[in-house]
């Protein structure tokens, strides 16, 4: 057991990632039932929801709720992707050299990954630049 961990003790951070990004997702799809919920008791009554509540189900996550302007929020998005395309791209090279150099001997592991993180920074390079694409 102990050579099995020696040998993929890499694979605990994009294991992490994973079970970060599915909390993270799974705390966003509680505040948007919560949120729904709360609209259906409003509809039930007869009474218009406040615009505020409206609001909340617009935003693209629960962190975005404190940005009243909405012209502030596509700059931030594009902010957001040019440090996705820096990010990934940074990664890319990192896995690249310890894939060349056989870094840990895992080399062909380090190559998939760093094909991964290229294909992920040119992913967000496509959509900053044309304000469409995947939304990472």
Same mark, same amino acid.
């Given at each position: 057991m102990e050579d099995l961990f020696r040998? &993929? *003790? *890499?694979?605990?951070? @994009?294991l992490s990632w994973f079970v970060y990004g599915g909390f993270q997702?799974?705390?966003?799809? =509680? !505040? +948007?039932r919560d949120t729904l919920d709360l609209l259906k008791s409003y509809a039930a009554s007869g009474? $218009?929801? @406040?615009p505020e509540l409206l609001a909340r189900l617009n935003k =693209?996550? +629960? &962190?975005?709720? %404190? %940005?009243? /302007? %909405? +012209? !502030?929020? @596509? =700059?931030?998005? =594009? $902010?957001?992707g040019w &440090?996705? #395309? #820096?990010?990934?791209? #940074?990664? /890319?090279?990192?896995?690249t050299y310890a894939a060349t150099s056989d870094l840990y001997e895992a080399g062909p !592991?380090?190559?998939?990954? !760093?094909? #991964?993180m290229g294909a992920l920074s040119l992913a967000s390079l496509v959509s900053v630049l044309t304000g469409r694409g995947p939304k990472i």
């Open positions: 040998s &993929y *003790w *890499w694979l605990i951070f @994009p997702s799974w705390l966003s799809y =509680r !505040a +948007n009474r $218009e929801p @406040p =693209r996550s +629960n &962190y975005d709720l %404190d %940005d009243d /302007c %909405d +012209n !502030a929020r @596509p =700059r931030h998005r =594009r $902010e957001r &440090y996705h #395309v #820096v990010l990934f791209g #940074v990664l /890319c090279l990192g896995f !592991a380090f190559l998939i990954v !760093a094909f #991964v």
